[in-house]
């Protein structure tokens, strides 16, 4: 395997593993730089149905734990999914 930033061959493959709720998709900053922009259409598209689920659908949310491989390059120390 080569690395894709300096395409040295001495790369490293490690399991790491990830926690995060089931029915969240974006992290937390890039909520934050929506928010800045879209407080007003994002309270009326994502918040009040997020309420919604929150109080209707919360026995359906759940913490799942994957398992990833990632590479790790011992030259430049790039990190990328395999
Ligand atoms: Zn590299």
């Known amino acids: 395997m080569k ?3 300096c395409q040295n061959e001495n790369v490293n ?8 709720l089931k029915t ?9 730089l929506w928010g800045i922009y879209w407080v007003p ?3 009326l598209c994502f918040t009040l149905p ?3 689920l929150k109080i ?9 734990t994957t398992h990833k491989r990632i ?7 790039n990190t990328w999914n395999i």
């Open 3 to 5: 690395c894709p930033r």
């Open 13 to 20: 493959v490690q399991m790491v593993s990830e926690s995060q």
């Open 24 to 32: 969240k998709h974006h992290g937390i900053i890039l909520w934050l």
């Open 41 to 43: 259409i994002k309270w």
């Open 50 to 52: 997020a309420l919604i």
């Open 56 to 64: 209707f659908g919360h026995k359906k949310q759940k913490i799942v």
């Open 71 to 77: 590479a790790v390059c011992q030259n430049c120390g």
